[in-house]
């Protein structure tokens, strides 16, 4: 099993571009997670979704939108990248026990936005 | 903000000696997981400790949980060259949104 998958691993963007980062993963996990590390501040939730077609907002959701629209795939776009958008991004899942579950971590997408 | 904060920031040490680190958090949690994270890799999850439990072993792994002082503790021992990397808890609230929150980690080296 892969596991967690993210692409790309690393990209640079011009301030107000568009992109879409995708997670995949292969373990049948109802529960999908994005979140972003920044130095010093740990990691904290942008978006999270409990099933396909269903998604929610999480701590830091400004300025992303996301989709599930098949079960192993959790997309998260921005529409119109800014600098403080600048960050690691990672992807994570869990089993259908709870959101408070262990979470499993894709590789992370580097992402510089200019 | 509910996010655990952990205790020191760094640490070095000799390979072999034990290494301990703390995390202090504010609401009560139904759980609390570590986390470690090497260079620029993803986080991998190490072990979870509910809220009913004081004491969880995984190998050369021991943690702690202290619910009335809202605080754990991870003692790695024995440590390996391999053990350098970030260590994160993870706290899961009993209110509020069903998520993880993740603390900003301590960084360990250890020196062979």
């Known amino acids: 099993n892969a596991g967690v998958t993210q692409t790309p691993k690393f990209r640079v963007l011009k301030t107000g571009q568009s992109m879409t980062l995708l997670c995949a993963q292969d373990?049948?996990?109802?529960?999908m997670y994005w979140y972003r590390q920044d130095p010093g501040m740990g990691l904290r939730l942008i978006h999270y979704?409990?099933?396909?077609?269903?998604?929610a907002k999480g701590e830091v959701p400004d300025g992303y939108n996301v989709s599930r629209l098949k079960k192993q795939n959790f997309l998260l776009g921005l529409e119109s990248a800014a600098p403080s958008q600048t960050s690691v991004y990672f992807c994570?899942?869990?089993?259908?026990?709870?959101?408070?579950?262990?979470?499993?971590f894709g590789p992370g997408t580097r992402l510089l936005v200019l | 903000s509910q996010q655990g904060e952990e205790d020191p920031q760094a640490l070095s040490i000799q390979e072999g000696e034990n290494a301990t680190m703390n995390c202090s958090y504010k609401?009560?949690?139904?759980?609390l997981q570590w986390y470690r994270q090497n260079s620029g890799r993803g986080l991998v999850h190490l072990i979870l400790?509910?809220?009913?439990?004081r004491e969880k072993h995984s190998g050369r792994l021991r943690v702690t949980l202290d619910t009335s002082k809202k605080s754990s503790s991870l003692l790695i021992t024995a440590s390996r060259a391999a053990d350098t990397a970030s260590y994160f808890c993870?706290?899961?609230?009993?209110?509020?949104?069903?998520?993880?929150?993740f603390g900003t980690g301590t960084r360990l080296t250890v020196i062979p």
């Open positions: 993870a706290t899961a609230s009993l209110t509020g949104a069903n998520n993880l929150f």
């Open positions: 373990m049948n996990h109802e529960y």
């Open positions: 979704s409990v099933g396909e077609g269903t998604t």
């Open positions: 609401t009560s949690i139904n759980n």
């Open positions: 400790i509910r809220s009913n439990e």
């Open positions: 994570a899942s869990s089993y259908s026990k709870g959101l408070q579950e262990t979470q499993y």
